[in-house]
């Protein structure tokens, strides 16, 4: 662990999660992506911790979803993610990669099998599912539907699951308890050899 | 108020916002808009109620901000709003327009006015703030800065004060409750002569 270049905005995002750790709804975070045809979209995703010896934040996804369509065209995404409890925010934008089953990298393809198990059997059951987005069946009832998945095997993900993750090159903190406010602008140095970040204060 | 139409989905929104009230940040929002660059942003913005007789949301801003500057290559916006209390979630997309100090629509400008005088001492006085984004002077601690600027005049908006409004076109409402969960999707429809709204349950 010693070797690996923890990113400075790291500590202070570590010590907001301590501190709302009491609300399970502050490791919940909007993603922002950009459509096809060039508009944004945003919705809430679950902070699934960093991935080991990286400064990439983890996510799940469901490749039949709009957001993985989405970063294939564009691959940047920036996560807006609020402290309700320390009045905090944090601004993470970086390229997204989806891990989904036939992905080359072996480590990455072992890291999206341990999320997977990671999961309890109701979000892996979500992957399940029905194609999202598309037209409900009328005909089966929902309570009908969700009797009849049983949960899936906890060991080996289903096709569908993606592992998904954020690899910031900016990252913007803005304290609203200063008066007036604190803001610090991380930018990853990206012409340096190894993974080496510049702050700055500004003003919020 | 007889006379309109208020959309569908105006009225589980106001449900949410009504369970959620206990809650202050139940009314920050994140709002994610796209760069010149093509990437996407998203930062967090209150929910200031909405525009009188239409079922646009506003909000505030600065002028200076850079999501002024992007909505004006780009003005379409995705609002991400995450109910925590009955954990549900709207999406709102739809076109941004920033109503500032020379806005051509009276009645517009007016609406800046008024949401102006509503605001505390405490808002209005980040509009005096130094320029926002841009490196902090490191010659005067912030504490100095506070002091010194006094709350703007509440009657009269300072001249970078916006309103911001967001004109909704589709607006997916997720409720996560459900088991499986609920999804319902309303799209405006733009042919109708008066604003017409579809709406259809669709799959999680």
């Given at each position: 662990m010693s070797d690996i270049p923890l990113a400075p905005w790291r500590s202070p995002l570590a010590r907001a999660l301590h501190r709302n750790?009491?609300?399970?709804?502050?490791?919940y975070v909007q993603l922002a992506t950009v459509r096809s045809d060039g508009r944004p979209a945003n919705r809430t995703v679950v902070f699934r911790g960093f991935l080991e010896l990286t400064n990439q934040l983890k996510f799940i996804a469901d490749t039949r979803s709009q957001k993985i369509d989405q970063i294939w065209v564009q691959p940047w995404g920036e996560v807006c993610w609020y402290f309700p409890k320390t009045r905090e925010q944090f601004r993470l934008l970086g390229t997204l990669e989806a891990v989904a089953?036939?992905?080359?990298n072996h480590a990455l393809l072992q890291a999206r099998r341990n999320l997977w198990r990671e999961l309890s059997d109701a979000a892996r059951v979500q992957f399940a599912?029905?194609?999202?987005?598309?037209?409900?069946?009328?005909?089966?009832?929902s309570e009908t539907v969700a009797i009849e998945i049983s949960p899936p095997d906890a060991a080996e993900p289903l096709p569908n699951f993606c592992l998904l993750l954020l690899n910031p090159t900016q990252v913007d903190h803005l304290e609203?308890?200063?008066?007036?406010q604190n803001r610090y602008f991380y930018s990853k140095?990206?012409?340096?050899?190894?993974?080496a970040w510049a702050v700055q204060t500004i003003n919020p």
């Open positions: 750790r009491s609300l399970v709804y502050a490791r089953a036939e992905h080359p599912w029905a194609e999202p987005g598309i037209a409900r069946s009328e005909t089966v009832a609203l308890r200063g008066d007036p140095d990206s012409e340096a050899g190894r993974e």
